[in-house]
């Protein structure tokens, strides 16, 4: 039975927020509807001075309030402590009469409280999970990538350097026809063509400067290329002082940056592309910023059949490391991304 009863209280239901100062804000609020109630009921000759009922209904602002902000452990507590505060008020002799009514409203409070507080927790624990499916299933994207990337550099890439050295060979062999050779060495440099955009291909899949030299060194390898396979003038500053981060941020930063790039290549028709990177004290700081066609950034928020993936990855990206994204964007206004981390410590090792 003590078990059934534990399965049903979620591990950290029961923790008090103590050490949050709104929380004691809230009591001290419940306090005065309490002493307010007090000293209307003492002071006045009148027994109903204040309509029944209103008293207690101002309760449930701090209680709801406390459920929103703490869930069960913050609502209930607020409602047993107003329900504490009621008890002088309740012996008042001459609020004898009104004891029924108080009782079946303090009990309703309690109900409100346990009902928003059990729901809003309820609600949290679910965010909560989706949050680690998504964390999971950029996991496993990353890896899949990872491996994809392995395989087109030991076998796809082996084989067309293996493929463009024949033809180097058979092109320069004395014995090969001269009406043969001019085909051979276009054959060769496309093979070698191939090889260049597999590369390409490899370095998005599974960036090997990210993990050997940093961000900072990933993010301008990557700018260049992009610069060079698009129209755009490109530019990047990085502000403060750098240093390594913690493989999963460096991860989130980059991809988040990868995005916004492709997005301004793809979306912006934009002349100039900036990417922004401060190593602050109050933490990391990425902003990809395009001064192209721009858009209305509350259409992301619109269902559509044919809404991309992109901008919701980066803010799951952003999140699921303790970041933030803002995309700041309107019709002709250019675009800027930006996406900011808390303070982290430098790897060890
Ligand atoms: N830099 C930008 N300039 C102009 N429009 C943009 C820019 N970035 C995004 N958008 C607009 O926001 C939309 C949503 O972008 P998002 O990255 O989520 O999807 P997508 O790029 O269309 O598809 P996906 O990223 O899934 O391949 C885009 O279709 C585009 O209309
Ligand atoms: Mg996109």
């Known amino acids: 039975m003590p078990g059934r009863w534990r399965a049903l209280i979620p591990p950290g239901a029961l923790r008090l927020p103590l050490r949050d100062i709104r929380f004691w804000l809230v009591q001290a609020v419940v306090v005065g509807i309490a002493a307010l109630h007090l000293a209307v009921d003492l002071l006045s000759a009148e027994p109903d001075a204040i309509p029944a009922g209103i008293p207690v209904a101002l309760l ?60 809003i927790d309820a609600e949290r624990r679910a965010r909560a999970d989706v949050r680690r499916l998504t964390g999971q299933l950029l996991q496993v994207q990353e890896e899949e990538r990872r491996r994809i990337a392995q395989e087109l550099h030991d076998e796809s890439l082996q084989l067309l350097a293996h493929l463009a050295r024949s033809l180097d060979r058979m092109e320069t062999s004395p014995s090969a026809p001269a009406s043969l050779a001019d ?67 460096e991860l989130a930063a980059f991809r988040i940056a990868q995005e916004a790039v492709n997005n301004v290549i793809r979306h912006a028709d934009a002349r100039k592309l900036s990417v922004a990177l401060a190593f602050e004290a109050a933490g990391l700081r990425l902003c990809v910023a395009d001064d192209g066609c721009g858009f209305d950034p509350a259409r992301l928020t619109r269902p559509s059949p044919s809404r991309g993936l992109g901008m919701l990855g980066m803010r799951e990206r952003a999140e699921i490391v303790g970041g933030r994204l803002t995309i700041r964007s309107a019709p002709g206004q250019g675009t800027a991304v930006e996406a900011t981390f808390k303070p982290v410590s430098t790897p060890s090792g």
């Not at 602002?61 to 703490?70: E, R």
């Not at 993990?211 to 990085?238: I, K, N, P, Y």
Request: glycine share 10%; aromatic share 6%; with cysteine.
């Open 183 to 249: 085909g051979l060495g276009e054959a060769r440099s496309q093979a070698l063509d191939i090889a260049g955009r597999l590369r390409a291909v490899v370095a998005g899949l599974r960036p090997p400067a990210l993990e050997q030299l940093g961000l900072t060194t990933a993010l301008r390898g990557f700018l260049a290329d992009a610069a060079e396979t698009s129209a755009l003038c490109t530019e990047m500053h990085v502000t403060g002082k750098e240093k390594r981060l913690p493989p999963e941020v």
């Open 60 to 119: 449930l602002a701090p209680v709801s309030y406390a459920a929103l902000q703490y869930g069960l452990a913050g609502s209930v507590a607020t409602a047993i402590w107003a329900t504490l505060l009621w008890l002088p008020d309740l012996l008042l002799p001459h609020d004898q009469g009104h004891i029924g009514n108080d009782v079946i409203e303090l009990t309703l409070v309690i109900a409100v409280a346990v009902f928003v507080g059990y729901h």
